[in-house]
């Protein structure tokens, strides 16, 4: 139990750092078609990668819960998602309508919905993967709602590091870059038209005690349609 809290604190000190990330190729013991490392130590989402390109992966995740905040209006994503997972953090110590303590998990995402320009405050959306065991009836919790996932499918980049406000935009647009031209690039871009820039994610797995292996990811979700069949 003591281990739990620790790790619980730990997630909660890793949303406000704002160190410098690196690149997927500087994140050693991460193989193609497993979880990301610290999966082996808390549960994440499965999912199965269906294919690997130069930079970035393309998963499928099957039927999900998760616990999510509603929009923060913030210019800093180091920020916002502190306030969303203080929210978040609060409901798995219990502060929900069936005053239940739940298992913190992994990944921690950030929904990133770009603003229009450099001063304007972007919207950002906290979730939390909500356990196997607690996703047939997820606590309700005033402020927060249930996002109830059916298939995905998901473009990932990793990089290492702390993430921090200068480098989501970066790693962002380095995966839209290693996408361009493919079939998994039209059937983004497809999901994603109508948006003024395209709302990505940032999952955030590890402590901040952990310096070394560190993983965070930038994804694009996406639906795959027949005619982006491979």
């Not at 410098?20 to 610290?38: A, D, R, Y």
């Not at 994440?44 to 998760?66: A, F, L, Q």
């Not at 999952?203 to 005690?209: D, E, R």
């Amino acid at each position: 139990m003591a281990v739990f809290n620790l790790f619980k604190l730990s997630m909660l000190l890793s949303l406000l750092s704002n160190s410098n990330g690196s690149k997927l190729p500087e994140i050693p013991g991460h193989h193609v078609g497993e979880l990301p490392l610290p999966c082996s130590s808390i549960e994440c989402p499965g999912y199965d990668t269906i294919h690997s390109g130069n930079g970035y992966e393309i998963r499928r995740y099957n039927s999900s819960v998760w616990m999510s905040t509603a929009a923060i209006e913030d210019i800093s994503i180091v920020e916002g998602t502190r306030t969303g997972f203080l929210q978040l953090f609060d409901y798995i110590q219990g502060n929900n309508n069936y005053s239940e303590k739940i298992e913190m998990t992994a990944p921690v995402l950030t929904e990133v919905s770009p603003s229009d320009g450099p001063f304007c405050a972007t919207s950002f959306v906290v979730s939390f993967y909500v356990p196997k065991e607690n996703q047939p009836d997820p606590p309700p919790a005033e402020g927060l709602h249930v996002q109830k996932w059916d298939q995905q499918y998901v473009a990932v980049r990793q990089f290492g590091g702390f993430v921090s406000d200068l480098t989501v935009g970066e790693e962002a647009a380095a995966l839209q870059e290693s996408l361009f031209g493919t079939v998994w690039s039209a059937a983004i871009e497809k999901s994603h038209a109508g948006e003024t820039a395209t709302i990505y994610s940032v999952a955030q797995y590890n402590s901040p005690f952990e310096f070394d292996n560190r993983v965070n990811e930038i994804w694009f979700l996406f639906s795959m349609e027949d005619e982006f069949a491979v």
